[in-house]
């Protein structure tokens, strides 16, 4: 996003000098990666009530993270294992022939 000249701020935004840099009051959206629904959920709130209009994309691992995330006001939520699922019924199907291609990009995180 960097590269592309979009501002972003990097951490954990459940770190309320992280979530203050976030300018969530001015912010157009807010990506969530934070593994843990329940913490990402808190930032979600705390997102909505500091600026209604926000985008929020966040993560999820399973049905009942993506509906929890949603109900807190999450306007995307990707599940991983989901996508993972996709792109190789893609595959399969032949729709696409390599995942790591435009459609995907396979990226490691640190643990």
Do not use: W
Request: hydrophobic residues 50%.
């Amino acid at each position: 996003l960097k590269a592309d000249g979009i501002e972003t701020v990097a951490g954990n935004a459940a770190i309320a000098e992280v979530f203050s840099a976030a300018n969530p009051e001015g912010a157009k959206r807010l990506i969530l990666a934070i593994p843990n629904a329940f913490e990402a959920g808190q930032i979600v709130l705390r997102a909505r009530a500091a600026n209604p209009a926000i985008n929020v994309i966040a993560r999820a691992h399973s049905d009942a993270e993506v509906e929890h995330l949603k109900g807190l006001g999450a306007d995307t939520v990707i599940m991983g294992e989901r996508e993972i699922a996709r792109g190789i019924v893609e595959v399969v199907i032949g729709k696409t022939t390599d995942p790591a291609g435009p459609a995907f990009e396979v990226r490691s995180q640190p643990a």
